[in-house]
């Protein structure tokens, strides 16, 4: 399972029930791709559980200016539209479940 690509004309409808992971990213971002694995393994180990997103920031300053992301990769941890805790930069799978486990 992989992450699910969003933007900003379907975000709101991704993002906006239930608890979501959502990972800022650029694809020219090294840090950024090493997270591409941690991500996409948390989509497969939350599915049905937790929505996991990618906003490529590069396509979609809004959504990036909308969560105040100035570095990447910015994740979010959000529950029903409202942002529960943030990580900036590079961390650790169990770092991220511990966030989404504590909502």
């Given amino acids: 399972m992989k ?7 379907n975000y709101d409808v991704e993002a906006g029930n239930g608890v979501c992971l959502v990972d800022f990213w650029a694809p020219w971002c090294g840090p950024c791709r090493s997270m591409l694995p941690v991500i996409d393994e948390l989509a497969g180990e939350l599915e049905g559980q937790v929505k996991v997103l990618k906003v490529n920031v590069d396509e979609n300053q809004g959504l990036a200016a909308r969560y105040g992301v100035m570095t990447i ?12 805790r943030n990580f900036i930069g590079v961390q650790r799978k169990d770092d991220i479940l511990k966030a989404i486990e504590a909502i």
């Fill in 3 to 9: 992450a699910i690509e969003v933007n900003s004309s």
């Fill in 73 to 84: 990769p910015s994740i979010f941890v959000i529950k029903d539209g409202e942002v529960k």
